[in-house]
Structures are given as structure tokens and as C-alpha cells.
């Protein structure tokens, strides 16, 4: 009887544990910056918010955050998204996103911004980069 008890709760167990992953899988992705507004020039430690617009490439892709690199005075930005992996995804034609992010100068430098615009034919990245002189008050 013990044998029939161990043997129907091994099977029990084996049967409740399913081999098929239902978990969604996904995969960031930094995609272009379609447009931006910055200042003509920054103010030493004064706060400016960035502005961005981005279009959303189809119904898969889902905004996770601004990609913001940093190296000495030049930031590198682009938008993170979270990508679904699957089959069908729709492509979307809608209007551009908008979404910003607060900036401080902290350096009497200029700044040098290195907007996202995709990649070219052969996979290189692609950037835009705007210089913004800092000025004291």
C-alpha cells in the first residue's frame, strides 16, 4: 500500500510540474528619437527638462525608461523599450510619444546631447548631437 501511495504521489507530482514555460519572454531594445526642445543654452545649475518624441514601431514595444549615457560632458540618449517576443505583432501608425527627463548642468563646460536616430544600411548607430553652451548668470 505504501509503494501505491509513494508511486501516485510521484506521478501527482511529476504531472503538476509543467515543462512549457508560460513566463512571456521579452527583450530591451533602445530605439530612435524621433524629435527633441533644448535650450539654445543652459544656465549653470539650473534644472531644464528635455523633452522627447518617440513613435512607438508596433503594439510589441513598450516604453521602459530614457536611455541616458554619460561621459565627461557628453550624454547619449535614446528611449528603452521592452520588446515581446512573438508572432503577429501589429505595427503602429500612431502620433509620436512625448516623454522628457530633467537635466542640471553641473560644469561651466558646454554639453554635448547624442540623440538616437536609428542605424544606417550596414548597422551602425546613428546620432544627432547638439552642442548646448553653459553660461553663469
Given amino acids: 500500500m505504501k509503494k501505491i501511495a509513494l508511486f501516485l504521489l510521484l506521478v501527482t507530482t511529476l504531472t503538476a510540474c509543467s515543462l512549457d514555460d508560460d513566463r512571456e519572454n521579452f527583450h530591451s531594445e ?13 544656465v549653470l545649475n539650473k534644472e ?19 536611455y541616458y549615457g554619460k561621459e565627461d560632458n557628453v ?9 515581446i517576443d ?4 501589429n505595427p503602429l501608425t500612431n502620433d509620436p510619444i512625448e516623454v522628457s527627463f530633467k ?15 536609428g542605424n544606417d544600411s550596414t548597422g551602425k548607430n546613428i546620432f544627432e548631437e547638439v552642442t548646448i553652451p553653459v553660461v553663469t548668470e
Avoid at 86 to 89: D, L, N, P, T
Fill in 103 to 117: 537635466f542640471t548642468p553641473t560644469e561651466g563646460e558646454s554639453y554635448i546631447f547624442k540623440f538616437y536616430k
Fill in 30 to 42: 533602445v530605439i530612435a528619437v524621433d524629435s527633441y526642445v533644448v535650450p539654445e543654452k543652459f
Fill in 86 to 89: 512573438k508572432e503577429g505583432c
Fill in 48 to 66: 531644464y527638462e528635455i523633452k522627447l518624441k518617440y513613435k512607438q514601431p508596433s503594439d510589441c514595444y513598450s516604453f521602459q525608461g530614457i
Fill in 75 to 83: 550624454r547619449t540618449i535614446g528611449i528603452q523599450t521592452k520588446v
